[in-house]
């Protein structure tokens, strides 16, 4: 709300992700078992229930949630930090529409585009847990009723459904350790430093540029990442 009465005073606007559970270092993309931060346990329920409903289990341990304005976009990469590969990362679009392109396990396989609409979910598993991904156009539409999608609400929820309704948030919950077995993690897992919950682009730019630094390449967050193609998509070359 606060951010509806004085947005030129908001830091929202640069706000580019949000990570829960064990927290992704973008630097090195890795994870440390001691750095780790609150999992909501109904989000963790959620994603579980989705991943089975595709015949899969997943144990969600983390989650990456990136901000879209109308005009961000995020280029093709892989999700291959997690040291379990062999569990699905569940993926819960909100807000605006976007254009997803799924394509292989190289950038020369040509992308598959598929429109993403609030509500829908993403289930990446088996071979496709490990295809190049990317999002190259948030759909900005004139008007969008978030209200009604919502239902009854409290005033706080009623302001975050008219920001949403010029904007898109992506919720992607993964499995990040490897299990010999039930409530043990895999000691060889890939681990590092993982300090901050919150970040903005490292050279602080605004959501609305685009990262040019190389030493920025791994970092696919909305607000530095490559210009795709979505009217012919190719490639992520």
């Keep these: 709300q606060r951010h509806l009465d004085s947005p030129d005073d908001s830091l929202l606007p640069r706000l580019s992700w949000v990570t829960l559970g064990y927290q992704y270092q973008w630097t090195s993309r890795t994870y440390d078992h001691s750095k780790v931060a609150e999992f909501p346990p109904w989000l963790a329920e959620i994603s ?46 909100l807000g605006l529409p976007a254009v997803y392109l799924l394509g292989g396990e190289t950038k020369a396989t040509e992308p598959v585009p598929i429109l993403l609409r609030t509500g829908d979910v993403v289930v990446q598993g088996g071979v496709s847990r490990r295809f190049y991904h990317g999002v190259p156009r948030v759909i900005a539409l004139p008007e969008v009723d978030m209200l009604s999608a919502f239902g009854s609400m409290r005033p706080e929820t009623a302001a975050f459904a008219k920001w949403l309704a010029s904007h898109r948030i992506n919720v992607n919950v993964r499995q990040v350790f490897g299990r010999t077995q039930e409530g043990q993690k895999d000691s060889t897992a890939k681990r590092a430093r993982a300090t ?30 490559r210009d795709l193609n979505a009217k012919k998509p190719r490639s992520f070359q």
């Design 196 to 225: 901050s919950v919150f970040a903005t682009c490292p050279e602080g730019l605004a959501s609305e540029d685009v990262c040019k630094q190389p030493e920025h390449r791994d970092c696919h967050c909305a607000s530095h990442s």
């Design 48 to 93: 579980s229930q989705l991943a089975a409903a595709c015949g899969y289990k997943l144990h969600a341990e983390a989650a990456i949630i990136n901000y879209y304005h109308s005009h961000s976009t995020m280029g093709g990469h892989l999700d291959d930090a997690e040291a379990c590969q062999d569990v699905p990362i569940v993926s819960i679009s």
